[in-house]
């Protein structure tokens, strides 16, 4: 009978850590592509800032998130992901 219980509050226990775990529902994804650039080859730097007041930021210091997509053929896609509303 004890160890049914210890099971029980395990599991229990265990789903309720998985519910504060999964912040999937409230996030989302942003894709940014940029066309006709001067280059066919290299990257570009993509950053999203979250914050009033944070740009410019010249030094990139003050992002939220930052990525470097390469160009291919004059573009270049990227997707920010998990972003909170």
Known sequence: M???ITILIAFAFSLTLY??????ADTYSLTIEVKDLRNSKGVVQF???NKNGSIPDED???YYKILK????NG???IAFK???S
């Open 82 to 84: 998990n972003i909170p």
């Open 75 to 77: 573009s270049s896609t």
């Open 19 to 24: 519910s504060f775990a999964n912040p999937s």
């Open 2 to 4: 004890k160890i049914a």
């Open 69 to 72: 997509g390469e160009i291919v």
């Open 47 to 49: 950053a999203l800032y």
């Open 60 to 62: 990139y210091e003050n």
